[in-house]
């Protein structure tokens, strides 16, 4: 037996190495590359305290940051046919949607909740990117619409995060369906004449862009997202051109007018409430000024007596 092999090589290891430190306690910026330890990530929002990077949030992180107290009621969202057509590429779509919904403890890409944001009632849609990319499908579509007819229902604002790549291909046509179905979504709250924000994070892209996410009476950005139809690199080459740089990023399309703002996430929940007071609180109410009646605008363009006693005193005799 070699003692200082067996004996003294694992008490010294034993000593040096701590098997109870967790892997999760820094994370790299995947703009800077830079390690940040993960209660400043979290004190900061998930955005890059060195380059100011925002990170993807989950569903259940975002909607903790915009309720008052972080208070809100989820709801339940209708269940539909899992696998309308049947369609299976490398996996079968049924396992696909299995495995997602395992990940992210969500049946579909999109989660509504409704509460209280700046002692105002609100409704919101959320979309998931971790679930198959957020891509829209019949669900999406259809939770879309109950948050609408939800906001309608309430008379509240209808607030909706987008995070897409766009239709979902396992679908097929019934993915672009979902198109039209969310722009009637839209149209019924704005006939209720209420408010219809969007907020577009990273990444924005596909049928999602082309139908309800541009369609915001204010279109919110966060910094640095991506913000499109189609990708880049297909752009480039298909018009053999190369794309300015910055193309299709939030600040890129603020400056080219596709967007209103462009938000921190710290300013954010105070930009929707500011936001959500200004298109719903009525206008101050102006001084009232009586109307004349027809009678007294006759008698005010009638000259009285003693006008008509001084003109005619100041009119030269009749020969």
């Not at 995060?161 to 839209?186: H, Y």
């Not at 609180?281 to 000024?289: E, G, I, L």
């Amino acid at each position: 037996m070699n003692w200082l092999t067996n004996y003294v090589r694992p008490k010294i290891r034993a000593l040096v190495e701590k098997n109870d430190v967790p892997d999760n306690l820094w994370h790299q910026c995947p703009s800077c590359e830079q390690m940040i330890f993960h209660r400043e990530l979290e004190a900061f929002l998930r955005v890059c305290s060195h380059c100011g990077h925002h990170m993807r949030l989950s569903t259940e992180e975002r909607l903790a940051l915009l309720f008052d107290d972080g208070e809100y009621q989820r709801v339940e969202l209708p269940k539909l046919t899992g696998d309308p057509l049947k369609f299976k590429d490398l996996k079968r779509y049924t396992d696909r949607l299995k495995d997602s919904r395992s990940k992210t403890g969500e049946e579909d890409a999109m989660i509504v909740a409704h509460g209280e944001m700046g002692g105002r009632n609100v409704v919101v849609a959320i979309m998931n990117f971790a679930f198959m990319g957020g891509s829209m499908g019949l669900a999406l579509g259809k939770s879309l619409l109950t948050a609408a007819r939800l906001a309608v229902l309430q008379e509240a604002p209808l607030i909706c995060f987008t995070s897409s790549g766009g239709a979902r291909m396992q679908e097929g046509i019934l993915s672009l369906m979902q198109m039209p179905r969310t722009i009637i979504a839209v149209d019924e709250v704005k006939e209720a004449k209420l408010p219809y924000i969007t907020v577009l994070t990273d990444p924005t892209t596909g049928g999602v862009t082309a139908s309800f996410a541009m369609l915001g009476d204010i279109a919110i950005a966060e910094p640095g997202a991506v913000i499109g139809f189609t990708g880049a690199r297909v752009i480039e080459e298909t018009i053999r051109e190369k794309l300015p740089e910055g193309f299709q990023r939030a600040e890129y399309l603020l400056e080219h007018g596709m967007i209103d703002r462009v938000v921190h996430r710290r300013q954010l929940r105070d930009e929707l409430i500011r936001i959500s007071n200004l298109l719903l609180d009525s206008r101050a109410a102006a001084d009232v000024v009586p109307i004349k009646s027809a009678s007294s605008k006759k008698q005010a363009d009638t000259p009285d007596a003693s006008n008509d006693k001084s003109s005619t005193e100041e009119r030269p005799a009749a020969e």
